[in-house]
């Protein structure tokens, strides 16, 4: 089946930490993004790609850092230098272009403590 | 900055009656406006789309209505039901470089 998949869906880790959050799909799609969601912020952009070997910063990019060097994976680095990591995380894929779809995979919840 | 503004924040509506939530962008450049529905523990999947050539599309019980020179555009859910229930983003982008712009979202509850 198609889709994009994250992993894992859960995620905990201690203060002052690294963690790196997995996105691949098979969708052969050339964009591919990271949001963030909070209770009563919406998703907010934080990095997103359009080829590989290229992204741009979102609104939200410091303190995270991304690589896109395989079109299929956009793995987020949520460094420690972010001061609340607590959060939902969504990677998403278009065909790019725009007019198109984004298809989201099914989140990762980080919890860091 | 929030270049996309989604009202109301949260919405009760009874099993039947119109559901509507509205949006406004400030970015001119934007051509694509879609929306989004999320359930719980769920990533969010498109509902419907518009671009700004056309002011009204419809598909099914979901509606979008669209102005242009307002910057302002709508999802209107006709004979709303309980599965309805969820939080409904709309979104802004440009073919220029893909940049998807959310906002706020809304958290839809249908009264039996």
């Known amino acids: 089946d198609g889709g994009i998949t994250q992993s894992p869906k859960y995620l905990f880790r201690k203060e002052g930490q690294n963690v790196t959050l997995s996105c691949e799909q098979n969708?052969?799609?050339?964009?591919m993004y990271w949001y963030r969601q909070d209770p009563g912020q919406g998703l907010r952009l934080i990095y997103y790609s359009q080829i590989v070997n290229d992204f741009q910063k979102g609104d939200i990019a410091e303190g995270y850092s991304v690589s896109r060097e395989k079109k299929e994976s956009f793995p987020l680095t949520v460094t420690s230098a972010q001061k609340n990591p607590t959060a939902f995380y969504l990677c998403?894929?278009?065909?790019?272009?725009?007019?198109?779809?984004?298809?989201f995979g099914q989140g990762t919840r980080l919890t860091v403590v | 900055q929030q270049q996309v503004k989604q009202s109301p924040q949260s919405l009760i509506v009874q099993k039947g009656g119109i559901s509507i939530i509205n949006c406004a962008y400030e970015n001119t450049a934007f051509d694509y406006f879609p929306w989004y529905q999320q359930f719980p523990g769920k990533g969010p999947a498109l509902l419907i789309a518009?671009?700004?050539?056309?002011s009204e599309k419809k598909e099914g019980r979901f509606t979008i209505s669209f102005n242009k020179s307002a910057k302002q555009f709508s999802l209107h859910i006709m004979d709303s039901q309980p599965g309805d229930s969820a939080t409904y983003f709309c979104a802004a982008s440009h073919a220029l470089d893909d940049k998807i712009i959310f906002g706020k979202g809304t958290r839809l509850h249908i009264l039996p």
């Open positions: 998403a894929s278009s065909i790019g272009g725009g007019y198109t779809e984004a298809f």
């Open positions: 969708l052969n799609h050339d964009a």
């Open positions: 518009i671009r700004p050539d056309v």
